[in-house]
């Protein structure tokens, strides 16, 4: 139970007493509030439960907040309450509580700051599911670093996830993919043929036809369109996987949209529509979804009258068909701005279909721009003037890639500077982040280097660490579960980005401040700082992998 959640019961508890010994009318007991105060200097944790109490209880909250503290039985954790303002509570951890968080997080660096919130509930995390027709762009690559941190967050919540890519490798884009790749590899044996403005015009078709030459020669000039499709999309698919590898991305499971046509699942999505009353005809063959039975503004069509074709929105329905099927307590879309007025239609579909879509939960995130020398670069996916995913590791790193794409919550714009991003210093983030794991590294090298042992901290006097930056550093460091909760509850990745940046904003000035090495410094201090330090190296790895990313040693 987290230390909030204990102190709430114990509020919880005190409330209770004093309604039993008369000195708090009868009312019901809410859900009580504990947050850390904006000012630090009052104490730890604060509940301002006894203004909310005002109103049932018809009395004054300070008097209120006077009864709860009387009959406050404290956690061992705490090592004062008082009162303050109209009747504010506040709470002090005990320091000696504080220093043995130093050996929670070295006996548990694996898994420190772990939650139970989602033990025994299954998850299912959709993210990138980029066309199968060109390299993953930076657009779609935002998506991808929003769902896996929200996996890692969601796995230290206690919860099974499972990450999944879903292939849309059917429609009208594969085959203009396909069109696309025959015109290139007739281009590369010779022959006169012409894109056109539908078409992908980006060079990796070039790059495909020319594997295609090497490999067959001239003999594949008569195959059709749907064979080049094919060629081309096992390639792209590829090299998508091993561009997501290079960020720290691997999916669990790869679901192409192909699986439900060829399974017959897009049938009987269909005829489960028909049958429920929710799909018709119309006079030119075309067939539509009643979606405003639901609420939407109008009705929207499923299969073209043009070719009998369904539109995408059908298959998509199916496919969140194939995921309620499959059992998950709680399943996670991430899409990008283009999916704002799809995504509710999709889930209207579902909704047509039987199923109820509360476990389903939409994340839609904005755009990314990247911006160098103070402009912004002009990127269009279909001309293939874009900015690649690997391009855009070639130049920062995946590091930077990682943090910069949850910088953000999921519903506000990137400027992704890559100026900033390469910056060596404090100004970028991903540095000032890494630096204080590599600065831990450093005081262990440096130990060594003065012929120390390098496990003297094995039984530091931990109740030395009384420095305030080391009390703040360690309180910081406590938060981790909070954030792990929140997030995964809200399904708000980006606070783990934030809480990297204040954990090493709480570490700089401790490392300026707390010296395990120098004039004054005795050998016991000295033991206790370097224990400090030794869990602060992994506090710090430990947060960087809930963001995927790397925790150097040098810089």
């Not at 409330?15 to 947050?35: H, N, R, S, Y």
């Not at 049932?56 to 404290?74: C, G, L, S, T």
């Not at 998508?240 to 499971?253: E, P, Y």
């Not at 991903?430 to 003065?450: D, L, M, P, S, T």
Request: glycine share 6%; charged share 25%.
């Amino acid at each position: 139970m987290q230390l909030t959640q204990q102190i709430s019961v114990a509020l919880a508890a005190a409330i209770e007493a004093a309604q039993k010994a008369d000195l708090l009318p009868e009312f019901d007991i809410p859900t009580i509030p504990v947050e850390r105060p904006r000012d630090t200097t009052h104490g730890d944790f604060a509940s301002p439960v006894a203004m909310q109490l005002a109103r049932p209880a018809r009395m004054a909250p300070r008097k209120i907040a006077e009864q709860i503290v009387a009959h406050f039985a404290p956690p061992p954790f705490i090592s004062e309450t008082t009162l303050a303002g109209p009747g504010f509570m506040n709470f002090r951890l005990s320091a000696d509580f504080v220093a043995n968080i130093v050996d929670d997080i070295i006996g548990n660096a694996k898994t420190f700051g772990n939650v139970t919130f989602g033990q025994g509930k299954r998850a299912q995390i959709e993210c990138v599911s980029a066309n199968p027709t060109g390299p993953i762009t930076i657009g779609r690559t935002r998506g991808g670093v929003i769902g896996d941190t929200l996996a890692r967050l969601m796995r230290a919540a206690g919860y099974h996830v499972e990450l999944e890519y879903y292939y849309n490798d059917a429609g009208r884009q594969i085959q203009l993919l396909g069109e696309a790749t025959k015109i290139r590899y007739l281009q590369a044996i010779g022959q006169a043929a012409e894109l056109t403005d539908d078409h992908y015009q980006g060079d990796y078709l070039i790059d495909i036809a020319k594997e295609l030459v090497s490999q067959y020669g001239d003999g594949k000039a008569d195959e059709p369109s749907d064979w080049f499709a094919d060629y081309a999309k096992a390639q792209i698919s590829v090299q998508q996987k091993a561009s997501l590898k290079r960020i720290n991305i691997s999916h669990d499971r790869y679901f192409n949209e192909a699986e439900l046509y060829q399974d017959g699942s897009l049938t009987t999505a269909l005829e489960t529509l028909h049958q429920n009353g929710y799909l018709y005809a119309k006079e030119d063959g075309s067939q539509w979804l009643k979606t405003t039975a639901f609420g939407d503004d109008k009705d929207r069509v499923a299969i073209r009258s043009s070719d009998g074709l369904p539109t995408y929105r059908v298959p998509d329905i199916a496919y969140h068909k194939n995921k309620a099927e499959r059992g998950f307590d709680v399943v996670v879309d991430i899409f990008g701005p283009d999916h704002h007025a799809v995504a509710p239609q999709v889930l209207i579909g579902v909704q047509m279909l039987g199923y109820d879509t509360e476990f389903v939960h939409t994340l839609l995130h904005q755009i990314v721009t990247l911006i160098r020398d103070g402009e912004q670069l002009k990127m269009s996916t279909r001309r293939g003037v874009y900015v690649t995913l690997d391009e855009l590791v070639d130049e920062v790193g995946p590091d930077p890639v990682r943090y910069f794409m949850i910088s953000r919550s999921a519903n506000s714009h990137v400027n992704f500077d890559l100026d900033i991003a390469l910056e060596r210093s404090d100004k970028n983030p991903v540095f000032y982040i890494q630096n204080a794991h590599v600065r831990c590294a450093g005081i262990f090298r440096k130990w060594e280097e003065q012929g120390n042992d390098p496990n003297a901290d094995a039984n530091a006097d931990l109740s030395l660490l009384t420095h305030p930056h080391e009390q703040a550093f360690l309180l910081k460091a406590l938060e981790l579960a909070d954030v792990i909760e929140f997030s995964a509850e809200n399904f708000e990745p980006h606070h783990i980005a934030f809480y990297a940046y204040d954990l090493a904003a709480a570490f700089h000035p401790m490392y300026d401040a707390a010296r395990v090495i120098g004039d004054g410094v005795s050998d016991e201090l000295a033991h206790a700082r370097l224990r400090l330090y030794r869990a602060a190296q992994l506090v710090f790895a430990r947060v960087l992998d809930l963001m995927g990313m790397s925790a150097p040693d040098r810089m």
